[in-house]
């Protein structure tokens, strides 16, 4: 196993401050900072794929990158099947363009840790055929056959001697036809699959050399848009008094557009200052105007009804009434923000007959069509430059594309052809965004003498993500949203009988999947239910999910790796107790192990062991990395975050109020990858459905209280 122990912060500062002898990863393309389609005299040898006469390897990246580092992984694969060198290797966005699409998808896109999965034989592929296509046009040059011709160290080479870079033939190889089939390397040549490299991004994003994401792009002439939203969704504007704002320093126009009132200005802080004397008057008559409690209490109501049925195994009825013991248990879920660091943006440059974004685009596919839509133009006049984007966790995976079509409305309305960058403040974003629906879920399971589960019935409400939207059709059946019900409905633990049952309500608040979707509350249900029961059962919670795992091979293997690293067999260090948790997400197997201690009846969380079987491994410390961030980030949810409504309106604004995880308040994490020969799977948002329920149980250990509404800031133990 590769046993990663190097902190975030380690990596960073190794590769930022080392000698450039020693910064081997590949690098960001700077000209893709200012413009993805930006001139080249490269040859193009696939979609993914350009090398220039110099020998520079540009790898076209299909999915954003959002923190995740899928930009470093994809280019490393190209790398791999080409024998680049890394320093050879920049990495430039594709633009939206249906070549690009996300295979698990059917459109561009990025979501659902899916980058690796749907891209780990492709970019192979591509870079194998570069790699062919090179050798060919050596061959043909030198006058050897193809086949003797080798690429090592990022150099041709044939056994007579001749040498040559990269860009020697590029251009004559870019002229050859794509090789249909392509030959890839074996598993035991891979020179870089499998070993860790630092992030192509790390040293630009450090020394804030380039301008990587939209939030810092500046446009010759470009004015900045803020708008006035309704306060409370459903709420429209029944009339509004700009004349102060209009005289407002920097301010040069007002428009009403449907999403609200937009101040345009020379600057962020102009354009904020002059939307603050507008004088607004909404009608709320249709307006969502319940307060949290208000939704909550009807939630419970509910879930003392059975819903609609989504799993129906054995007889669970029988199981309860013949347990020799029930657990019964009611657990509730706030609303959620994304809240990225950096806020929502789009840059729109309209001329009447075409239009360009810039943005930290999720969805290009959706965003693209959107975009046209609105303005009236055909797909082709619409160009969507993809750039880096400051944190997302599924907040830039709109189904809409709400903010490009807002862009594209300003930009219509303003008519002139000047760039515009409309921006959501902070407040914006998490009083008028989109959101992790709140839920509420009831579980009762009977257990007979020896701890077997006799019946387990479940009843969650929640809103559905997908209804609605045009992605229900293939998220949903039956009424059903997938997405409300993964981690309960797929349950492997050993039963006798289970029912699961569905409410999907109806609030007027936007909904919108946040990292790791549904498993951020059905994981914690779960694994904190299976722990009591290991509790009531009188049987250790590590060796009772042993007992109870069935045909779950992958699942036990991360479970027993992160118990023999943490020490489970052996007592917890003096003033510090032990919860583990372990989920299957997004195609990987993740086991945690949380350490915590109570000071005054304050917890924290002081250590954090995990496990992940993500498949093969292409770069063991960017799913270190991945752990780690994911923990942070679920770590912070259940402690702290919690989005409350007081008569249908957000009641936080900033980071003051929804308080995301302090760094202080990070847990030593030791991250432990398992060795795996099975196609690669996701990362991004397994990490963080453990770490809730690890947690809990943990606390349970240090208090005996068991934290059935989140977050634990509500039971006053942080």
């Known amino acids: 196993m590769n046993a990663i122990t190097t902190t975030r912060r380690g990596m960073l500062a190794l590769c930022v401050g080392a000698g450039t002898g020693l910064v081997l990863g590949f690098r960001v393309l700077e000209a893709a900072a200012k413009d993805a389609v930006a001139a080249s005299a490269a040859a193009e040898f696939n979609p993914f794929v350009r090398i220039d006469g110099a020998g520079t390897v540009t790898v076209i990246v299909k999915h954003l990158d959002k923190g995740q580092g899928s930009a470093t992984g994809l280019a490393s694969l190209v790398a791999e099947e080409l024998n680049a060198r890394p320093e050879q290797v920049v990495v430039e966005f594709a633009p939206s363009d249906s070549r690009y699409k996300n295979l698990l998808f059917g459109m561009q896109g990025t979501g659902g840790s899916s980058s690796m999965a749907n891209s780990f034989d492709q970019y192979r592929e591509a870079g194998a055929a570069a790699r062919q296509m090179l050798a060919e046009a050596a061959a043909a040059a030198w006058k050897v056959p193809a086949g003797e011709v080798t690429i090592e160290a990022g150099e041709l080479r044939h056994a007579s001697g001749k040498r040559a870079g990269l860009g020697a033939f590029a251009e004559a190889a870019g002229k050859l036809p794509v090789p249909p089939t392509v030959t890839l390397k074996k598993p035991e040549d891979w020179i870089y699959i499998g070993k860790s490299f630092p992030r192509v991004d790390a040293k630009s994003k450090s020394e804030g050399s380039v301008n990587l994401f939209a939030m810092d792009l500046h446009l010759d002439g470009m004015l900045v848009a803020v708008t006035a939203r309704p306060p409370k969704w459903g709420a429209t504007l029944r009339k509004v008094d700009s004349s102060a704002a209009k005289e407002a320093p920097g301010v040069v126009g007002v428009l009403e557009v449907p999403q609200g009132v937009v101040v345009l200005a020379s600057t962020t802080w102009q354009a904020i200052k002059g939307r603050e004397l507008l004088k607004l008057d909404w009608d709320e008559s249709a307006a969502e105007t319940r307060s949290s409690d208000a939704i909550f209490t009807e939630y419970r109501a509910l879930a003392d009804t059975p819903g609609v049925r989504v799993r129906d195994t054995g007889d669970a009825a029988k199981g309860l009434k013949d347990a020799a013991r029930v657990v019964e248990a009611t657990y509730e879920f706030p609303y959620l923000a994304h809240a990225p660091m950096e806020p929502i943006n789009v840059t729109v440059l309209y001329d009447g007959t075409s239009a360009k974004f810039w943005s930290g685009s999720q969805f290009q596919a959706v965003d693209h069509m959107v975009a046209a839509k609105t303005l009236g133009l055909p797909a082709e006049k619409i160009a969507i430059v993809t750039m880096w984007a400051g944190g997302s966790f599924g907040r830039r995976a709109i189904h809409n594309a709400h903010y490009f079509a807002e862009a594209a409305t300003i930009a219509k309305a303003w008519g002139k052809p000047q760039p515009i960058k409309l921006v959501y403040t902070r407040?914006?974003?998490?009083?008028?965004?989109?959101?992790?629906?709140?839920?509420?879920?009831?579980?009762?399971?009977?257990?007979?003498?020896?701890?077997?589960?006799?019946?387990?019935?479940?009843?969650?409400?929640?809103?559905?993500?997908?209804?609605?939207?045009?992605?229900?059709?293939?998220?949903?059946?039956?009424?059903?949203?997938?997405?409300?019900?993964?981690?309960?409905?797929?349950?492997?633990?050993?039963?006798?009988?289970?029912?699961?049952?569905?409410?999907?309500?109806?609030?007027?608040?936007?909904?919108?999947?946040?990292?790791?979707?549904?498993?951020?509350?059905?994981?914690?249900?779960?694994?904190?239910?299976?722990?009591?029961?290991?509790?009531?059962?009188?049987?250790?919670?590590?060796?009772?999910?042993?007992?109870?795992?069935?045909?779950?091979?992958?699942?036990?293997?991360?479970?027993?790796?992160?118990?023999?690293?943490?020490?489970?067999?052996?007592?917890?260090?003096?003033?510090?107790?032990?919860?583990?948790?372990?989920?299957?997400?997004?195609?990987?197997?993740?086991?945690?192990?949380?350490?915590?201690?109570?000071?005054?009846?304050?917890?924290?969380?002081e250590k954090v062991v995990c496990a992940v079987d993500c498949g093969v491994p292409v770069n063991p410390d960017n799913i270190a990395a991945q752990m780690e961030g994911g923990i942070g980030f679920g770590l912070g949810a259940i402690l702290h975050d919690a989005i409350t409504l007081k008569d249908g309106a957000v009641e936080q604004g900033n980071f003051d109020g929804y308080k995301s995880l302090r760094i202080t308040e990070m847990p030593a994490i030791e991250v432990h990858v398992v060795p795996s020969t099975e196609k690669p799977s996701g990362v991004g948002e397994p990490g963080v459905p453990p770490i809730g329920p690890a947690v809990a149980n943990a606390v349970f250990k240090a208090t005996g209280k068991r934290v059935r509404e989140l977050p634990f800031a509500r039971s006053d133990l942080v």
């Open 427 to 605: 407040e914006d974003d998490i009083r008028g965004g989109y959101y992790r629906p709140a839920f509420v879920h009831k579980a009762r399971v009977g257990l007979d003498a020896k701890g077997n589960i006799l019946g387990w019935e479940h009843r969650i409400v929640g809103q559905s993500i997908l209804k609605g939207t045009a992605f229900e059709a293939m998220g949903m059946k039956n009424g059903i949203d997938d997405t409300s019900i993964e981690g309960i409905s797929d349950m492997a633990y050993a039963n006798a009988g289970m029912q699961v049952d569905l409410h999907t309500t109806d609030v007027k608040v936007p909904v919108l999947w946040w990292r790791s979707v549904g498993h951020t509350h059905t994981a914690y249900v779960m694994e904190t239910m299976i722990d009591e029961l290991a509790t009531a059962a009188g049987i250790d919670p590590v060796a009772y999910r042993l007992r109870l795992m069935k045909g779950e091979p992958r699942k036990v293997a991360v479970l027993k790796l992160a118990a023999e690293k943490a020490g489970w067999a052996k007592p917890a260090p003096e003033g510090r107790f032990r919860g583990v948790a372990v989920h299957h997400s997004f195609g990987t197997y993740v086991a945690e192990i949380a350490e915590v201690s109570v000071n005054n009846g304050k917890i924290k969380v």
